[in-house]
Every structure is written in C-alpha cells, then in structure tokens.
C-alpha cells in the first residue's frame, strides 16, 4: 500500500531521535515533516540537532526542514516526543485540527476520554475515540502510551491478571538514565550512585497500571481493582529500567503455571501480525542472574519485556524480575504500535 505521511513533533529531542529510527524504514509510514521549538525550526535537520543515537542518522531526514510545532502540518498522523512542558496544549491544538496524535507525553494519559494503550494488553480501549471526538467536539484525537515504567510492569502482570486474577502488586524500579532524557542528570550525581527518588514516578507506574488494566465504561475508564505499590530508582545503567517485583494472585498458582502463561501469552498487535509487535512478548529467562540491561535490552528489538528469578514468595505468592527497554518499548516503539493497531482496525482510513 502507498505510505501513510506521519510528522514527528519534538523530533530534535531523544524520544524524537528515536521516532525518527523506529520510522525511517517503516513499512506503513514515511516521515514526512518534522516539528520542534522555535530555535529550531526553519533550519534543515541536521544542522539543529545533537544526534545522541548509537546508529547513523538516516538520510532521509537529514535536510527536512524543521517546522513549528503548529497544526498546519502536511500529515493527518503526528507522533509527539514533546516535553510535558509543552506537550498538553500543544497536543490538543493538533488534535482539535483533526491530527491523530499518538503521545508518549504524560499530559494527557489520565483524561478519562483518552485511551492509554498498550497494544498487546487492552486494544478495545481504543474503542473510546469516538465518544472523545464527540465530547471534544474534534475530527482528530489522542492516543497515549503509559510512562515507561509501567508499561513494563504492566506487560508483565497484564497476562496474570486475565488468567489468574491480581490482588496486590509491589515493585521496586531500578530505572536508566536515559529515562530522564538528554542531557539527563550530571554525572556527579549519577556515576557510582543509586538516587531512591524520581519525581512523579511511583505515582505514574500505581495510577497508570490500574488504568491500562482496568475495563472501558461508556464515556472513560475504570481503574483495575487491585492495588499496586512502586518505588522507584534511577541507576547508572544507558538503558533498560529493571524491576523486582511482588505478586498476590487472585486465584492461587504454581511458578510452572505462571511461567506457561507468559509463554502462551499473545495479543492483538501478534494476532494482526503488526509490523513493529515482537513475536512473544513475555520473553522468560531461564538463567539464574538474567535479565540483566548490558546484555539482554536489545533483544527482539527492544520490544519485548523480558523475565527471569521466577520464584515462590513468602509475603505474596510469586515474585521475579522484569527488564525493559525503556525508550523503544517505554516510548516511541509503544506509540508506533498504538498506531498500526489504529490502522489495521480501520480507525485511520
């Protein structure tokens, strides 16, 4: 089929420069307008931005002209990589001028006509768009993806939950660097350390999760009705957020069960064979000390969630760890699912 033109907003920023990876070879999209803040725009691509990325810059994009973030954009598909400073008002502007926004901002994830999608998890969420369009009163809309913590997390409860019930989760998260986008942290700070806090965090990964695995109503979402606990962490590790986590299941199961039901676990992204959904996408770790973020983040591209030190726990009833890549499938990877999920149901025609 001829290629869908997307834009990307926030693209000289690192969830930006990753939009621009994940969409520079896409099968369904071509980028074809880049937007970012005013010092940027006007000037050609390259000559505006601090590539941070491992691979090359594609060269596609290397003399596209930079654009405001303003909604006269030659696209209707915009992928928004915007700082939450700006991202809210910015994101509704395109909306309400009949873009379709996939959003990996905060700003909109807990406005109760907006879906927080994680395509594997709750696809019929998405199902909302209509209702938001008519409350809204817009031809476009918004569609989030959860932070990156809790997509991990919920990635890997979301299979339990359908199958065995949750009464209570805790997880404790070890979080990269790279979370905190560029230029991050200083490196005093950081290097050799661990800091126990990351603003807004553990609020996010509680509220989100219950969000993501709760059920559609009418006109917006009920929370999932288990509770969760989160601390979060930022370690010196690149990339990959890590958690140990706790589980009380609703109906009582064995490691063996539990470890069966990740690797039958498929959604709607695998059924539909959509091209940017990871074949399995609970991948499990038979080795003792693995996951582990320096050797393991990248497999299957970065997204899948992968698990390991499955095991009985003596407070709840299983606990293990979980790694995920947190700015492939934390970010722009999980918005650029949101989308072929979008188009293959007939939402973006």
Same mark, same amino acid.
């Given at each position: 089929?001829?290629?869908?033109?997307?834009?990307?907003?926030?693209? %000289?920023?690192?969830?930006?420069?990753? =939009?621009?990876?994940?969409?520079?070879?896409?099968?369904?999209?071509?980028?074809?307008?880049?937007?970012?803040?005013?010092?940027?725009?006007?000037?050609?691509?390259?000559?505006?931005?601090?590539?941070?990325?491992?691979?090359?810059?594609?060269?596609?994009?290397?003399?596209?002209?930079?654009?405001?973030?303003?909604?006269?954009?030659?696209?209707?598909?915009? =992928?928004?990589?915007?700082?939450?400073?700006?991202?809210?008002?910015?994101?509704?502007? =395109?909306?309400?001028?009949?873009?379709?926004?996939?959003?990996?901002?905060?700003?909109?994830?807990?406005?109760?006509?907006?879906?927080?999608?994680?395509?594997?998890?709750?696809?019929?969420?998405?199902?909302?768009?209509?209702?938001?369009?008519?409350?809204?009163?817009?031809?476009?809309?918004?569609?989030?993806?959860?932070?990156?913590?809790?997509?991990?997390?919920?990635?890997?409860?979301?299979?339990?939950?359908?199958?065995?019930?949750?009464?209570?989760?805790?997880?404790? %998260?070890?979080?990269?660097?790279?979370?905190?986008?560029?230029?991050?942290?200083?490196?005093?700070?950081?290097?050799?350390?661990?800091?126990?806090?990351?603003?807004?965090?553990?609020?996010?990964?509680? %509220?989100?999760?219950?969000?993501?695995?709760? +059920?559609?109503?009418?006109?917006?979402? +009920?929370?999932?009705?288990?509770?969760?606990?989160?601390?979060?962490?930022?370690?010196?590790?690149?990339?990959?957020?890590?958690?140990?986590?706790?589980?009380?299941?609703?109906?009582?199961?064995?490691?063996?069960?539990?470890?069966?039901?990740?690797?039958?676990?498929?959604?709607?992204?695998?059924?539909?064979?959509?091209?940017?959904?990871?074949?399995?996408?609970?991948?499990?770790?038979?080795?003792?000390?693995?996951?582990?973020?320096? #050797?393991?983040?990248?497999?299957?591209?970065?997204?899948?969630?992968?698990?390991?030190?499955?095991?009985?726990?003596?407070?709840?009833?299983?606990?293990?760890?979980?790694?995920?890549?947190?700015?492939? +499938?934390?970010?722009?990877?999980?918005?650029?699912?949101?989308?072929?999920?979008?188009?293959? +149901?007939?939402? #973006?025609?």
């Amino acid at each position: 089929m001829e290629k869908i033109a997307v834009g990307i907003l926030g693209a %000289t920023g690192a969830v930006g420069q990753k =939009f621009i990876l994940v969409l520079a070879d896409h099968p369904w999209f071509e980028i074809r307008e880049l937007a970012a803040s005013e010092r940027s725009s006007g000037n050609r691509y390259e000559d505006v931005v601090a590539w941070k990325q491992s691979v090359a810059m594609p060269e596609k994009v290397r003399g596209m002209m930079v654009k405001d973030c303003e909604a006269n954009l030659e696209c209707r598909i915009v =992928f928004s990589g915007l700082d939450s400073s700006v991202a809210g008002e910015v994101e509704t502007a =395109f909306a309400g001028a009949g873009y379709w926004v996939f959003s990996n901002a905060k700003n909109h994830r807990m406005d109760p006509d907006v879906p927080l999608v994680i395509a594997e998890l709750n696809p019929e969420h998405l199902d909302i768009i209509p209702y938001q369009q008519k409350n809204r009163g817009w031809q476009g809309a918004i569609v989030t993806n959860a932070n990156c913590s809790a997509i991990v997390l919920a990635l890997s409860i979301g299979p339990l939950q359908k199958e065995f019930g949750l009464k209570a989760v805790h997880v404790v %998260t070890f979080q990269a660097i790279s979370g905190a986008g560029y230029p991050g942290l200083p490196s005093l700070d950081i290097l050799g350390n661990v800091i126990p806090f990351i603003s807004g965090e553990e609020e996010k990964i509680e %509220t989100e999760t219950q969000k993501i695995l709760g +059920r559609l109503g009418k006109d917006s979402f +009920r929370p999932a009705d288990f509770t969760v606990s989160a601390h979060a962490n930022r370690v010196p590790v690149e990339e990959g957020h890590l958690e140990c986590v706790s589980i009380r299941l609703g109906e009582k199961a064995s490691v063996q069960e539990v470890v069966r039901c990740w690797q039958q676990f498929a959604g709607m992204a695998q059924e539909l064979n959509l091209p940017s959904a990871p074949k399995q996408p609970v991948v499990v770790f038979c080795e003792k000390d693995r996951p582990q973020p320096r #050797l393991d983040v990248w497999k299957y591209k970065g997204m899948s969630v992968l698990v390991g030190r499955v095991r009985s726990c003596s407070l709840f009833d299983i606990r293990y760890v979980v790694l995920g890549h947190n700015t492939m +499938r934390g970010a722009a990877g999980a918005s650029l699912l949101n989308a072929e999920l979008a188009l293959k +149901r007939g939402m #973006l025609d």
